[in-house]
């Protein structure tokens, strides 16, 4: 009997550490460090910085609690609002084809949990990013001042517009699909800067990389995508 008893104990010390250490920040480093390798990097996408900044970013704390331990899966999740937050390679995607310099500074539209400007705030020099919903806007600035992302501005308002006072801008991401680019965000992008967004196209999406050269934007469509819509003034407005 009583090596039985001990032999239980033995089992509850070899395991409850384990147990912990399962919820703990360690587990989701692993997690990360195979969400890289296999999402990121078996698709092809090389750069360093890049997947360094992805090895980073603590995704389960931009995802609710509900949804931490699949926050490192290979799909997008809700965050509320009836928004999601992208797929870990999509998000990759996206910051490859925009090229990131330190000296760049980057507007995003959609900042949804804020998790993407996170990763993009490690491999640029500046991050203004814009949110339509107010509960979302103050949710991600909140949760972004706590983890310490200090070069990353947030502003709750319709990104139609942009943000005049800190243009122009060396590159622009879009992270919720339109079905064309605002002339604001033309106007408050540099010459030689770079647009990344999702376009509606005949009911599907295209993933498209803009080059504004002599004024205007050539477009090079990169792939399939499916993103939420944008709202506000593009539903009303038409192309100028
Ligand atoms: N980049 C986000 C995911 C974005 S989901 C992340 O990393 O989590 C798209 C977001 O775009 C949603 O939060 C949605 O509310 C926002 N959005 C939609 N229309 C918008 C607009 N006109 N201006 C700014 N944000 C908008």
Redo the contacts with the bound molecule.
Sequence with gaps: MKKILAFLFLLLFLFCPKMKKENSEEYYKKLRERMVKEQIEARGIKDQRILKAMKEVKRHL?VPEAYREESYNDY?LP?G??????QPFI?AFMTYLLEPETTDKVL????????????LSLLVKEVY?????EK??KE?EKRLKELGYSNIKVKW????EGWEEYAPFDKI?I??A?PYIPQPLKEQLKEGGKIVAPMERNGIQVLSLFTKKGGELIEKVCDYVR????????EQEKEE
């Design positions: 931009f997008p965050i609002e009836g928004q999601t937050i992208s998000v995003e539209i959609g900042t949804g949990s804020g998790y993407q400007a996170a990763i990013t814009i949110e339509i919903i979302l806007a991600a308002g319709d990104g139609f991401i992270t919720c339109l993103f939420v819509p944008m709202r506000g003034k593009i």
